[in-house]
T-cell receptor
Framework: NAGVTQTPKFRILKIGQSMTLQCTQD?????MYWYRQDPGMGLKLIYY???????DKGEVPNGYNVSRSTTEDFPLRLELAAPSQTSVYFC??????????????FGPGTRLLVL | AQKVTQAQTEISVVEKEDVTLDCVYE???????LFWYKQPPSGELVFLIR??????QNEISGRYSWNFQKSTSSFNFTITASQVVDSAVYFC???????????????FGQGTTLQVKP
């Protein structure tokens, strides 16, 4: 199993450009998440999905969009990139647990610089 | 509001020393889950442990051990006989349920940077 993979590893964007961060998992996990990590900080949730066709906003969704057409893929779209979106983006996935508290497994991250 | 505090921003130790990373959390939930993740210099996040609120037994895994104390809302992490490879940022996290869904988001502390010198 490759686990959670993310592409690209690093990208520089100009202000106003758009791009899609790719995330794929091969663990057949229903749940997927996008987080961002700003320098010296913990991660904050951008969007999440509990299954194909179902997405919802997290804590910091503004400026981003997601889609979930398959169980494996959960791309994150940045429209009109702004310097405030300079961050490291992590995708994660987990398997449902009735009791909650499922462990989230993270991809290697995408480092994004907006200039 | 749910919150995780890691008051130690940076810790530096010499190899073979023991080191404890502190984590204090706030939650209104009676059932909750706590996690520790390691972020080595390469940047990925590595899952270390999950603990639920009903299990207050300490856990040991090799050189790693965790002390969960509900009375003080703490979930501290100790590395015994530290090694250079332990150098990383360590995050404590609390799972918070997302609305009516069955999943939760992780609320992260700010992380503790551990430097182990040879």
């Amino acid at each position: 199993n490759a686990g959670v993979t993310q592409t690209p590893k690093f990208r520089i964007l100009k202000i106003g450009q758009s791009m899609t961060l790719q995330c794929t998992q091969d663990m057949n996990h229903n749940y997927m998440y996008w987080y961002r990590q700003d320098p010296g900080m913990g991660l904050k949730l951008i969007y999440y999905s509990v299954g194909a066709g179902i997405t919802d906003k997290g804590e910091v969704p503004n400026g981003y969009n997601v889609s979930r057409s398959t169980t494996e893929d959960f791309p994150l779209r940045l429209e009109l990139a702004a310097p405030s979106q300079t961050s490291v983006y992590f995708c994660a996935s987990s398997s449902p647990r009735l009791a909650g508290g499922e462990t989230q497994y993270f991809g290697p991250g995408t480092r994004l610089l907006v200039l | 509001a749910q919150k995780v505090t890691q008051a130690q921003t940076e810790i530096s130790v010499v190899e073979k020393e023991d080191v404890t990373l502190d984590c204090v959390y706030e939650t209104r939930d009676t059932t909750y889950y706590l996690f520790w993740y390691k972020q080595p210099p390469s940047g990925e996040l590595v899952f270390l442990i999950r603990r639920n609120s009903f299990d207050e037994q300490n856990e040991i895994s090799g050189r790693y051990s965790w002390n969960f104390q509900k009375s003080t809302s703490s979930f501290n992490f100790t590395i015994t006989a530290s090694q250079v490879v332990d150098s990383a940022v360590y995050f404590c996290a609390l799972s918070e349920r997302l609305g009516s869904s069955n999943t939760g988001k992780l609320i992260f502390g700010q992380g503790t940077t551990l430097q182990v010198k040879p």
